[in-house]
């Protein structure tokens, strides 16, 4: 049993928790969206120790390929970091799903597309909203108000 200590707690996704603090006076994040100092998201282990620590204004589970869709302040990108905390991936994207059977989608300008963990297009950006790949390796995407489902090469599969 983890002791409380965390001003929010998300359950936990594999061995690793989300938790948020807050700072001294309260705060965590001024009037501009600034994280305060020694706030923030972070990640925790099943002992209640840090894995990350509590420095980012949103974070993602780390779902698939060891990699966290994160940002450290509100209006900033969106990128990757690993279970150390660290880029993997720089942040360079207006918004991010978590990974799902390789592929994560992202959003550069107003159009989604997916990248593999390297970070590279896999699908290059030209949705209006994308959903994560399926265990069966489709995933939907909308665009001009169609969906349609893809695979992984892009070949559309149905269409509503």
Partial sequence: MIAPKFD????????KAIVGVVDANG?????????????????IDGKGNYV???RFYDVQNFYDNGLAAAREQKNEKWGFIDI?????IAPQFEEATLF???LAGVRTGDKWGFIDVKGNFMIDPK?????????????????????????????????K
């Fill in 127 to 159: 949705y209006d909203s994308v959903g994560p790949f399926t265990d069966d390796g489709y995933a939907y995407v909308e665009k001009d108000g169609q969906f349609w489902i893809i695979d992984r090469e892009e070949k559309f599969i149905i269409v």
């Fill in 100 to 102: 799902s059977n390789g």
């Fill in 8 to 15: 929010v707690a998300y359950p936990f996704f594999g061995d």
């Fill in 52 to 54: 990350v620590s509590p």
């Fill in 84 to 88: 150390k905390g660290n880029y993997a």
């Fill in 27 to 43: 705060l965590f994040h001024d009037e501009n969206g600034k994280v305060a100092e020694g706030s923030g998201f972070g990640f």
